[in-house]
């Protein structure tokens, strides 16, 4: 991989610098690939070098760049030294380009970009990751999709780093929501519509009840009595609590399945009723639980200690609130799981919970609170299906598949499938997935249907074609070819160009640990398919003397592999035909 000209580089300015190797090799980085015209390979900013202290101040930035420039030298692996604008460019022998980077992907596999210099030293250890987290009873709305989908890819991401990661779906079934459904199907609930279409039927009851209790004082107290009984454990209100938590459970597994995601603990607010009167305890005896004038139990954040700024922690009535409940999940789960790092993957609109979370955390006195991080989202704007304005991701899910299988039937070189289903389900997940990650997960985006499926673009279809493509390559070839890889065979510049963007895989994978932005891995992807379809089209494998067929098709297997292994990191499964 790209290892060993990184050392290479990094050792001769060693030499010059002082400098230990190792602190210069991640300064060593891998250009990015321009379809237009050929690129060097890598390049060392003299800004970096400055800032690190391996260099002195003094000159101009592009002077030093000139003068550094010149004491390096060109040998067997570096063929050409350049300087561009405060850089120092590096080309690199490209016969030993082909041979490194091949064989690296061949003998890594799946751990190619991750088995890298990059990750050494990379802390690893237990993370937990909370995703998802719908609310019991409802339908799993679409703006829960991205909560799913990124918090999955979080999870994919620490757990192909090595971690012991711990999926955590915390469902919201507790709270004054739960009072007002139970209060609503006492009214007017039915047994018979729960058992043909469950959460249906409980979402209707919540839009009616909601709706009633706007204008009725008698509805909110009758939801105020409800969720009094719960938590007090009346059995009757549990039962039913306990019916609506598994049938909504039953209902996101399925959905769930589709989307490929799995999760290691269904948690919930319910599990901390009893451990959120503890912490209540706990703070009490602190003395960090203040009351407000209206009988509140609140926090003080104020860095005066007067109030002005506070976390309410208990109603006056003495029920927990949501903040209570995740301070005493928080404290649980340390106990638990001992866990190094714990990320909360919610919309952006609860930032101010997530903040007050941690500041609670701290000032009761847990010094783990600093492993504890917040991953926000925008909001998705425009996501409709056809049939109207309430989208649930069951209907958002079928419709990118009907669409995926119209478009399939309508394409000429749509293949004969097995089962074309299963095939569009996962095109079209894949569709939704890169729409979602194109862009910095804080922005709120415009979705919009017929630009998610296309298949030209940045698109999670054009991956998905790209990849299909590559692999029926190879069933054609595979019987056809010699053992014997010659790196000489790989000269062409569609060829180096694709070695050269493969040489970058540990470099977007590394930015993408450091700041959990899919956008780097989306976008390198994109590219790859780009410059694998350019090379498909004057590349050609069949009819080529055996040598130069068997280097060609080495690399697009390679291009391949590295492809699926993106794209499951992601949360796509890859399709092998389409």
């Known amino acids: 991989m790209a290892c060993l000209f990184r050392r290479s580089i990094a050792a001769q300015l060693s030499r010059i610098l002082g400098t230990p190797t190792e602190k210069l090799i991640p300064m060593v980085s891998a250009v990015p690939v321009s379809k237009k015209q ?17 260099l002195k101040s003094g000159s101009n930035v592009q002077s030093r760049a000139k003068t550094l420039s010149e004491q390096l030298t060109c040998d067997d692996v570096v063929t050409e030294i350049a300087v561009g604008q405060g850089t120092i460019n590096f080309k690199v022998n490209r016969s030993l380009l082909a041979e490194v980077v091949m064989q690296a992907i061949s003998k890594k596999g799946s751990k190619y ?51 012991d990661v711990i999926r955590i779906n915390y469902l919201g079934d507790w709270g004054m929501q739960f009072g007002l459904l139970g209060a609503g199907f006492q009214l007017f609930g039915s047994e018979v519509k729960l058992k043909t279409n469950p959460l249906q039927h409980l979402f209707d009851v919540y839009v009616e009840v909601n709706k009633m209790a706007e204008n009725s004082e008698d509805i909110q107290k009758a939801a105020q009595v409800f969720f009094k009984k719960l938590e007090g454990g009346d059995e009757q209100t549990l039962s039913m609590w306990e019916q609506f938590r598994s049938i909504s459970i039953e209902e996101y597994e399925k959905i769930y399945q589709r989307l490929g995601v799995h999760f290691d603990d269904y948690s919930g607010e319910s599990m901390y009723q009893e451990k959120a009167q503890e912490v209540l305890c706990l703070l009490d005896q602190k003395g960090l639980l203040k009351k407000t004038k209206q009988g509140t139990g609140v926090v003080d954040l104020s860095p005066n200690g007067d109030l002005s700024v506070y976390a309410k922690i208990v109603r006056c009535d003495g029920t927990s609130l949501y903040l209570t409940r995740d301070v005493a999940a928080a404290i649980d789960r340390m106990k638990k799981y001992d866990f190094d790092q714990m990320i909360y993957v919610t919309d952006k609109e609860q930032c101010t919970h997530f903040q007050q979370l941690f500041e609670v955390l701290k000032i009761m006195g847990y010094n783990w609170t600093e492993r504890c991080q917040h991953v926000p989202f925008g909001l998705v704007k425009g996501m409709k299906t056809r049939k109207g304005d309430v989208v649930f991701l069951e209907d958002v899910l079928n419709e990118a598949r009907l669409r995926m299988l119209q478009n399939m039937a309508a394409s000429k070189t749509t293949k004969e499938l097995e089962d074309p289903e299963d095939t569009a389900e996962k095109v079209g997940v894949a569709a939704l997935i890169i729409q979602d990650f194109k862009g910095p997960l804080l922005s709120d985006y415009e979705f919009d249907w017929d630009r998610v499926l296309q298949s030209q673009g940045d698109t999670g279809v054009f991956l998905q074609y790209t990849h299909a493509r590559l692999c029926s390559l190879q069933r054609t070839c595979e019987d056809d070819l010699q053992t014997q890889f010659n790196p000489a065979y790989l000269q062409d510049p569609q060829a180096i160009a694709l070695l050269q963007h493969l040489l970058r895989y540990d470099e977007v994978l590394h930015q993408v640990s450091e700041d959990l932005q899919p956008k780097h891995l989306v976008n390198y992807l994109v590219m790859l398919s780009r410059l694998a379809s350019i090379a498909h089209r004057t590349l050609h494998v069949k009819g080529n003397l055996p040598q130069r067929a068997t280097a060609r098709f080495l690399l697009f297997k390679g291009t391949s592999s590295v492809l699926a292994s993106g794209m499951k990191l992601l949360g796509i499964t890859p399709v092998e035909k389409m």
């Open 113 to 163: 970009g991750i088995d890298s210099e990059l990750f050494r030293g990379y802390p690893c250890g237990r993370v937990i990751v909370e995703f998802s987290s719908p609310n019991i009873a409802k339908k799993f709305h679409a703006g829960h999709l991205r909560s799913t989908i990124i918090g999955n890819f979080i999870a994919n991401l620490k757990q192909a780093l090595g971690n």
């Open 38 to 54: 050929q690129t060097l390979d890598f390049r060392v900013s003299v800004n970096s070098l400055l800032a690190d202290d391996c």
